[in-house]
């Protein structure tokens, strides 16, 4: 359990560092430029690199040691953020704070996969549940209260400021991870090459298609992220600002309440449901979608609209949280160890491409009907209990 404190503390660190980098330097651009078209593209465009990072690192988290691939990670991350610092008076600031950003989400990318493939070989059992639970919690409070920090920090440090602490941080995990001793962390081949990595991935894509239980719970996580989650991460800002008319700070306080719901449920899976497993995730998703439908109808009732999207937002962040580290719980039990790092980045990559096609075609859905925001969370809701008993159908999760 030392071992496993010591990647928690090292991914609190570097997380930390990643999350507020990665809200403060399109800030800065913001601000400089003055253009929101502009820092909206540039954020866009930054989180392609993730993409990619995932598939890598789950294929290199399976064929190196995980310890030093983390340390060197980190360290490289730490290199980039101090040649930013030392650039950043005079290279252009729109192709640096690109180039950057982009590096930064292609690193969390890449840390993420291995950190996850770490576990099942330091926990079991319920360990492993709990170890999941804290993983997924660290990562919630790290994109929280990474932007709130970033924030503050710019403004008192400047960016160059932040550039420098932050690569300290990253350092000072680097450190970290060097003193772990993982057992069994012994690769099957050393051998890297851009080959052997294309070979990996289309490894696990044809272990994905022959192993029909673990493409089921692919095919679920998925589909919570198409149907689901977006109705939430799109509707919330849509009913408060335009629906409602609240102001920013009432938005602000929503997504506060929504990240504490998601903090609660981490809470809860390392605690409650250690001493009484999740047996199965169907409940779970049948509470998403009776959720999104309750919240359908909640805004019907004009007392109760504000108050609704605070109390089942958070109740919903907190079911979804709850089912994530369920899914990868699930995940690391089903698929063999030498599978595990590249088949978890598949499925991480398959849910993040989902999402953007649920956040584009719910945005559609609250702009064409805008006089009926509730019609849309109901239609969620009964869309996706659809979706669920055809997945539940085909003995899915």
Not at 58 to 71: E, F, N, P, Q, T
Not at 204 to 224: E, H, I, K, N, Y
């Amino acid at each position: 359990m030392n071992t496993f404190i010591l990647i928690v503390l090292g991914q609190i660190i570097s997380l930390f560092g990643n999350a507020a980098l990665r809200f403060a330097l399109p800030l800065y651009l913001l601000r400089q430029t003055g253009s929101a078209a502009l820092y909206g593209g540039i954020t866009a465009l930054a989180m392609l690199p993730a993409l990619v990072g995932m598939l890598t690192g789950g294929a290199l988290a399976d064929r190196c040691r995980k310890v030093r691939l983390m340390a060197l990670l980190d360290l490289v991350t730490a290199g980039i953020a101090a040649a930013a610092a030392a650039g950043l008076p005079h290279l252009p600031l729109l192709p640096l704070v690109l180039t950057v950003l982009g590096s930064l989400y292609a690193m969390q990318g890449l840390y993420q996969p291995v950190v996850r493939a770490c576990l099942p070989l330091l926990l079991n059992g319920t360990q492993l549940l709990r170890g999941n639970a804290v993983i997924q919690l660290v990562d919630t409070v790290d994109e929280l209260l990474g932007p709130l920090l970033g924030a503050v920090l710019l403004e008192h440090l400047g960016i160059r400021g932040l550039l420098v602490l932050c690569g300290c941080c990253f350092a000072l995990s680097a450190g970290m991870e060097l003193c772990l001793r993982i057992p069994q962390d012994v690769p099957y081949d050393t051998k890297l090459s851009v080959r052997s990595l294309w070979a990996d991935l289309r490894e696990s894509a044809q272990f994905l298609t022959g192993q029909a239980a673990v493409l089921r719970l692919a095919a679920a996580m998925a589909a919570v992220n198409l149907l689901e989650v977006p109705a939430l991460t799109v509707g919330v800002p849509v009913l408060v600002v335009q629906t409602l008319q609240k102001s920013d700070a009432s938005l602000g306080l929503v997504q506060a309440v929504l990240s504490a719901g998601g903090i609660l449920g981490g809470v809860l899976t390392g605690t409650v449901f250690v001493r009484h497993p999740i047996r199965s995730g169907t409940p779970l998703l049948l509470a998403l979608s009776g959720v999104c439908a309750a919240l359908g109808l909640a805004l019907r009732v004009s007392v109760l609209q504000f108050g609704s999207i605070l109390v089942l937002g958070a109740v919903f962040m907190a079911v979804a949280a709850l089912f994530n580290v369920w899914f990868f719980a699930q995940l690391q039990v089903l698929v063999p160890q030498a599978q595990l790092g590249k088949t978890t980045a598949c499925c991480t990559v398959l849910a993040c491409l989902t999402q953007p096609i649920g956040q584009a075609a719910y945005g559609i859905a609250f702009q064409h009907w805008a006089a009926h925001p509730a019609d849309v969370l109901l239609a969620a809701g009964v869309l996706s209990a659809l979706v669920l008993w055809l997945l539940q159908t085909c003995r899915t999760v």
